[in-house]
């Protein structure tokens, strides 16, 4: 079993049922920017030889587009990093589609695309089931609450 806890940033769970290995990994805007994501599919190959095309991932809830506001310098790295279609720009200042970023980021590691699940909840919208940094101090775990009864669901 691995465990980690996040507040808005992504986890994502990496399984190989061939090798029969997992992984995890905590791909906040800049771990996603910084391979994160490509460093982990790699280590995985090495360590127990699991093909990225076999992977199966999830994408944990995290922050959503809604509500990930970012400044300039920060949608200017994903611009730079060839994740330009992950920003908005229907808002005042630029959003960020963390879900979609490291989806896109999974599948240029060699994932297939029908091998990544995304439980798209964004932390700060749902206050009733997550923590979210943004929002504030954890009050009464919710986050770990909501998070067993969301895996529960997708075994």
């Not at 991932?57 to 509500?67: D, F, L, Q, R, Y």
């Not at 997550?130 to 998070?147: A, F």
Request: aromatic fraction near 8%; glycine fraction near 10%; charge should be neutral.
């Amino acid at each position: 079993t691995l465990y980690m806890y996040s507040a808005d940033c992504a986890i994502i769970q990496l399984v190989d049922t061939k090798t029969k290995s997992i992984g995890m990994l905590h791909a906040g805007w800049k771990g996603t920017l910084n391979g994160i994501i490509s460093n982990t599919v790699n280590a995985m190959h090495d360590a127990f030889g699991a093909d990225p095309s076999n992977l199966i991932a999830v994408i944990c809830p995290s922050i959503g587009k809604c509500c990930f506001e970012v400044g300039n310098d920060v949608a200017v790295q994903f611009k730079n990093a060839g994740l330009g279609d992950f920003i908005s720009d229907k808002y005042e200042k630029p959003h960020i589609d963390l879900f979609g970023a490291n989806k896109e980021m999974l599948i240029r590691a060699g994932l297939k695309e029908q091998n990544i699940s995304v439980i798209d909840l964004c932390t700060f919208c749902h206050s009733d089931l997550l923590h979210s940094y943004r929002r504030g101090p954890i009050k009464d775990g919710k986050h770990l609450n909501g998070m067993n009864g969301m895996f529960l669901r997708l075994i």
